[in-house]
């Protein structure tokens, strides 16, 4: 049987090792990813059935951020699996993320319709009505191919392979250059070496630089706190709470940029449908391009005011703390066990 042929969905049932109550800073890098993956794992397994239900869209939600954090664990928790096992299962974890972002986009969409209806002018608000009636059948769409995705030999092979490989012993010689490496030292250079790619990546835009700058801004932060929320339990609660809450700021302010953004993307595409759709009155598309116009003057506003949230993330004082919390002893090698051979894990390699 193909991969891409339907099969019933089944749950797979096993018994995931217990995890330490207290996290051991010198637990060898691979065994501690595997803890966390699993982890992972069984929360993404746990929404499985909402999804296919649909009847909240907190199941997708919750399972997307699964699938996102594994997807981070892949390709930021550097050198503590085969390359081969990594070039395995990341495109993979790639194609969920990508069938999965669409019925998620429209759910979004839909429970803030009413929000962006409120932003209209009185007169037009009854005349966006149509508006909601094209997001809900693309709503629809989408989560039947999801649906359709997720009954596949194709996905259920992959938690299967995935589970599969998490639950193996991890080997007593790896040839990974850092399964070994004490697991919090690989978070410090980790989290440090994107630390220092915000500030850099930040501190070049400037009112003439392009959105997508400030996405890919978004996307090292995201890498970032999921870094953070990983490993936060190997530092001191008082220390790590500041950090964190800082850029927790700075990730409200960029995912209100990008949700704007993206509304004005999705909102351009569908009113070119609404056009050729004969049954569209007017009015419905003069109240389209007043909501347009709303966001465009939103997405402006918020350009405007990336200095004001930026400059708290970037201060001296942030920097300092970070600069304690998770600067390695020297920035190019980690700490691994008497007998093991130091290595660069600051270099993010190949794209994962």
């Not at 890098?29 to 993404?44: F, H, T, V, Y």
């Not at 999801?146 to 996905?155: F, G, H, V």
């Not at 004490?182 to 250079?189: L, V």
């Not at 109240?287 to 918020?302: K, N, P, S």
Request: charged share 30%; glycine share 4%.
């Amino acid at each position: 049987m193909s991969d891409d042929q339907l099969v019933e969905t089944t749950t797979i049932s096993v018994e995931t090792p217990p995890v330490p109550v207290t996290p051991d800073p010198n637990q060898r890098g691979d065994a501690a990813s595997k803890a966390i993956l699993l982890r992972l794992l069984d929360e993404l397994s746990a929404n499985e059935s909402g999804v296919l239900l649909n009847e909240d869209p907190e199941c997708l939600h919750d399972y997307r951020i699964a699938i996102r954090r594994t997807r981070s664990a892949l390709g930021q928790i550097k050198g503590v699996f085969p390359d081969r096992a990594v070039q395995r299962f990341a495109p993979r974890f790639a194609w969920l993320g990508q069938i999965t972002s669409p019925p998620r986009d429209f759910d979004v969409y839909l429970l803030g319709f009413d929000h962006l209806k409120s932003e209209l002018a009185e007169p037009f608000r009854d005349s966006i009505e149509p508006l909601r009636h094209y997001l809900q059948n693309h709503c629809n769409r989408a989560h039947r191919d999801l649906n359709r995705q997720i009954s596949t030999a194709r996905y259920r092979k992959l938690l299967s392979d995935w589970r599969k490989f998490l639950l193996t012993p991890c080997p007593k010689k790896p040839v990974a250059p850092h399964a070994l490496s004490p697991i919090k030292s690989i978070a410090d250079a980790r989290i440090w070496k994107l630390f220092r790619r915000a500030i850099k990546q930040g501190s070049a835009i400037n009112k003439e630089t392009p959105a997508e700058n400030i996405h890919e801004l978004r996307k090292t932060c995201k890498k970032l706190r999921y870094l953070l929320e990983f490993f936060r339990q190997h530092y001191p609660v008082k220390d790590i709470e500041k950090p964190i809450k800082q850029l927790k700021r700075l990730q409200n302010y960029l995912g209100d940029f990008q949700d704007v953004h993206a509304r004005i993307d999705m909102l351009r595409g569908i009113s070119e449908e609404m056009r050729k759709d004969n049954s569209v009155h007017t009015d419905a598309l003069l109240a389209l391009g007043g909501l347009l116009a709303t966001l465009d003057d939103r997405q402006t506003h918020l350009r405007k005011r990336f200095d004001k949230h930026f400059a708290p993330f970037a201060s001296t004082r942030n920097r300092e703390r970070f600069r304690a919390l998770f600067k390695p002893l020297a920035d190019d090698v980690v700490l691994v066990p008497k007998g093991t051979q130091p290595s660069n894990i600051m270099n993010d390699g190949p794209a994962v």
